[in-house]
């Protein structure tokens, strides 16, 4: 049994790859160690020695904590996630994301709003995934004829947080309205809506707001709650294992990086902009999203929109483009396939993780929208 070493640091994005890495590593009979960063983290020499390793799989912000470099691994096999060049000292094998297609999604979701004016506000290190989705943010831009800002007062102060984005506020209060922000990450912005609360500007009606990353702790926590784009961190650790296993078979292959796409833009109340009087609505919405997959009935929505059943469906309906029973099982579905693209959750209990109440009423939801069963749409996952 070959023993696959997989150094991570220990936090919330970087540990929903280890479910991809682990159901490769259970098909291909593998034996996988967790090395987190800390403290008293194990040198990678000490490591590879102690389990007498196969090869590695390494999280680049482990390496970014850390402080090693790409020489420390040796030449065993080993397969980096999203890494920083500069960690690199020669040419490597590994999974990134793909960057340009996370910056396409977002720019979807904000061009929809049909506002004039739009901006990008990026990350305070020059990582070239944040300059790619800035550059794709002003390609999608132009081609729309529309106007696009780029923060760019603090690129003097790179790698300093306070001094990169101190000016954010004021340029975020001068920006012309309505404006759709792109920003870098969940955590820029948070920044941006923290920024618009200071500057007492209506978010989404003013500003509308989306990330990148889907990290839940601060999107669902976020006032109002963030549209986040979601990588597919899953299928990210599943390629990650898939490529290292080519390399401990063919060692002598040459280096190869391979990108590992997104899931989907996950819709909250940053970018969905509500005309006056439908605030009932917008909790309707966000009551859907939060509570569908607890198996909710339209008559639980109904007493949130108020006044008759026919009154309220049309309202509902007019807002959301949908039914209320619709909504419920387009977020359901949604959901379902965020767990077929996890290859760890076994598709006969997925159903009962959406709010159904036995796998045939998934199965054929599942495929009135999608055309596909659940297993081909697994299986059409895995092969992208």
């Not at 090693?68 to 690199?88: C, E, Y």
């Not at 070239?128 to 002003?138: N, Q, S, V, Y």
């Amino acid at each position: 049994m070959k023993t696959v070493l997989f150094f991570r640091r220990l936090w919330r994005l970087s540990s929903r790859s280890t479910n991809g890495i682990y159901q490769y590593a259970k098909n291909a009979g593998w034996r996988v160690r967790m090395i987190e960063c800390g403290r008293n983290a194990p040198s990678p020499r000490q490591a590879i020695e102690g389990w007498r390793a196969d090869g590695c799989i390494v999280d680049g912000p482990f390496l970014d904590r850390i402080g090693w470099k790409q020489d420390v691994f040796g030449d065993l096999p080993t397969v980096f996630i999203d890494a920083s060049r500069a960690n690199m000292t020669r040419p490597y094998s590994g999974v990134e994301n793909d960057a340009a297609e996370c910056a396409r999604l977002a720019m979807d979701e904000l061009l929809s709003l049909g506002y004039g004016n739009y901006a990008y506000v990026g990350f305070m290190e020059q990582t070239e995934w944040a300059e790619l989705r800035r550059k794709i943010f002003e390609t999608r831009i132009a081609k729309a004829g529309k106007k696009g800002h780029v923060f760019l007062e603090g690129v003097e102060n790179r790698g300093r947080k306070d001094a990169f984005y101190g000016g954010l506020d004021s340029w975020i209060a001068s920006l012309p309205r309505p404006c759709g922000i792109f920003a870098a990450n969940d955590r820029v912005a948070e920044m941006v809506l923290s920024a618009c609360r200071i500057e007492n500007i209506a978010v989404p009606e003013s500003i509308a707001v989306i990330g990148v990353d889907d990290d839940e702790t601060i999107c669902e926590n976020a006032e109002p709650t963030l549209t986040s784009v979601r990588p597919d961190f899953e299928g990210c650790g599943y390629k990650a294992a898939e490529l290292l296993d080519k390399i401990m078979k063919r060692p002598s292959r040459r280096p190869e990086v391979v990108r590992y796409g997104c899931q989907r833009v996950v819709r909250r109340n940053s970018t969905r902009v509500f005309k006056q009087g439908y605030a009932a609505i917008r909790d309707a919405v966000e009551y859907v999203r939060l509570n569908a997959c607890r198996g909710i009935s339209p008559a639980e929505v109904l007493k949130l929109v108020g006044g008759s059943r026919r009154s309220a469906e049309v309202r509902f309906r007019d807002f959301t483009g949908r039914s209320i029973g619709e909504e419920i099982t387009s977020v359901r579905i949604e959901t379902a396939k965020a767990l077929l693209a996890d290859p760890s959750v076994p598709i006969d209990m997925i159903y009962a993780r959406c709010g159904y109440e036995d796998p045939s009423s998934l199965r054929r939801a599942f495929r009135m929208t999608t055309s596909l069963s659940l297993r081909e749409y697994r299986l059409a996952h895995l092969a992208r």
